[in-house]
């Protein structure tokens, strides 16, 4: 399409909006993937660096935050340059940096921190302080062409699983959250029962693609009253009861000898998105929203794409999943929820500290 000048008939270009040009490097350091990603203007990805520490942590069967601490130390600045680099920008074309300040590991967190707080300092660049839940939110939006507000969010990872009703970008207001376990946690302990690699999400999921989803009746959380919310420790129980053949006293098989281990994996799978599933749609109901945003480790499953999917088309309601590469932890988020920060002028000053919760 030609970019010269519109014919009488053409309608009136757009402005762009303000902070359109504007770059902000994200930094994310929470749990155990060391990120950071340039972002133009909230939506345009420049670049994007995650290093994960997936080996380190494999061999316990999930993360142990002092190993999670020491790798970001090792990372955080090359992943930065790597950036830098990848965008073809350096730090004098930056507008901001955003970082992660919470929730998450509190040694984690305070790498990217101290990282980020060290370079806006020595550029005198404007410090955005991000959560990490709100990032979340903010990833399943960036592929879309409209605002989804107002609208659900559905957040579920390794370490969350929450429902928050999302009035903008920045206005995110909880509404029910898990009582225990997180989604991405039960996976990852079942998978560990099951002798399946770390982390159990994706490798629960690849199993159970040949099991039989209902072949096991597993429980599901069923909030009383009408009311929305999550629970994952009975189900996990339960699945631990099933491998000892429902003497609780007994000893956990070893992998190779559990017969059904794929239709235990698809049982599992089956239930923990029917839970999810089940409690959004009856929670964008209450709320009369009509889009539901779904994001965190989770959103990569293929079942649970599948089933809100299908229950979102049921009920009349849009379902949004960003791309996989932008649903686990990544600096992407945090750069694009930063640039909504920065224009709205949510600047952090050198006492903004990491926080666990």
Known sequence: MSHGTPSPSSPPAEDPPAGADELVLGIESSCDETAAAIVRGGRHVLSSVVDSQIAEHAPYGGVVPEVAG????????????????????????????????????????????????????????????VHHIEAHSYAATMELDQPPYPCLALIVSGGHTALYRADSALQLTPLASTLDDAAGEAFDKVGYLLGLAYPGGPSVSALAVSGNPTAIRFPRYRPKNGEVGFSFSGLKTSVLYHLRGGDALAATPAPEDIPDRADVAASFEAAVVDSLVTNTITCARREGLEQVLVAGGVACNRRLREEMSRAGESAGIRIHFPSPAYCTDNAVMIAGLGWEMLRAGQLADWTLDASPR
């Open 70 to 129: 020491r790798a970001h130390l090792r990372r955080i600045l090359p992943c930065i340059d790597g950036a830098l680099s990848e965008a073809g920008v350096d730090l004098d074309d930056l507008s901001a940096i955003a970082v992660t300040c919470r929730p998450g590991l509190i040694g984690s967190l305070l790498v990217g921190l101290s990282a980020a707080k060290a370079l806006a300092f020595v550029r005198g660049l404007p410090l955005v302080g």
